[in-house]
Every structure is written in structure tokens, then in C-alpha cells.
């Protein structure tokens, strides 16, 4: 899985183990970490100091702000109507579908192993919970859990972290 000349890599882009990624036609800004067993694909534009943790997929179509978390084994879904052949009935190519780009702003958090369909904006500072399917816009701030997604808080009337516990550890 390689790194294809065509990807544009800012500034001390971190990617531990390039031999186990396929990132190609996309560009990833500076100061982001890319994980093993990631796939990044053509017209995919990432930020700068994000985080995408392993095994995760972005597809065509996915535009990702400065400072966004992707959790592990994240998916990005961008046709709405998936089919392996078209109305002619054989095999569909890129031309028998309209891709549906999806949008993550500044900021936001998307835990393990939640799927994104497309045609969709995860809004500024929003956390996705692991597992969660997010099938319609997240709006700034929100927390997100469950299948499909669906709001159950605001990240500002939580605690930034965690406290320390008693003992310290």
C-alpha cells in the first residue's frame, strides 16, 4: 500500500509506517498523523494537526478541517445508491454515480469505528460516539451517539478532561 507521488504532504505530516497506508490524489496538511492501514483517497483534502488513527477510510469527496480527531477503523461513505452494475447492466464506473461529499469542521471529534454516509457536514468542535451511524448533519458542538446518530448533549457543558483521580493516577 503505497504513498502516490500525486499526494501532497505539508509540513512534518506524520505517518509512522508509510509502507502500510494507500494515500493517493489527496493532499493532508501539516502537522497531521496518519495511522497504519489507512486508505486516503483522490480529492480528499485534510487539515492541519489532525489525527487519523488506523485502520480508517476516506473516500473521494471528504473534506476534513484543522484539528479533527478520526477515531479507529472510521468510515466515510460517499454514494447514497451503492450498486455493483448500472441501468445498462454491466459493471458501474464513475460516470453511473454522484458522489456525495461530506464535510468535517474545525475542530470536531468522531470515535471508533462510526460510519458517515455522505452528503453530509459534521459541524465545529461536534463529537461522534464510537459506533455511531451518522446518516444527517451534526450541528456545531453537539455530541452524537447511536444508530442512526442522534444528539444527546453539547460539548461545552462537559468537562474538557477528565479529573485527576484521588490517588493521583
Excluded at 461513505?77 to 454515480?97: F, K, M, S
Aim: aromatic share 4%; with cysteine; proline share 5%.
Amino acid at each position: 500500500m503505497p504513498i502516490s507521488a500525486d499526494v501532497r504532504l505539508g509540513a512534518d505530516v506524520h505517518i509512522p509506517h508509510p509502507d502500510l497506508v494507500n494515500l493517493y490524489g489527496c493532499s493532508v496538511d501539516r502537522e497531521t498523523r496518519i495511522g497504519t492501514f489507512v486508505e486516503i483517497q483522490k480529492n480528499v483534502s485534510i487539515g492541519a494537526r489532525c489525527k487519523i488513527s488506523s485502520h480508517s477510510f476516506i473516500c473521494e469527496g471528504v473534506v476534513i478541517d484543522d484539528e479533527v480527531f478520526v477515531g479507529h477503523g472510521v468510515m466515510f461513505i460517499n454514494d447514497l445508491r451503492p450498486q455493483a452494475v448500472g441501468e445498462h447492466g454491466g459493471l458501474q464506473t464513475e460516470a453511473d454515480w454522484v458522489l456525495a461529499r461530506t464535510r468535517v469542521r474545525r475542530g470536531a471529534s468522531i470515535g471508533s469505528n462510526a460510519t458517515i454516509m455522505g452528503k453530509i457536514t459534521i459541524g465545529e468542535y461536534a463529537l461522534v460516539g464510537a459506533g455511531a451511524v451518522v446518516t444527517g448533519d451534526v450541528p456545531s458542538y453537539s455530541i452524537v451517539v447511536g444508530v442512526p446518530a442522534r444528539v444527546i448533549g453539547d460539548v461545552r457543558d462537559r468537562p474538557a478532561t477528565a479529573p485527576a483521580s484521588a490517588s493521583g493516577v
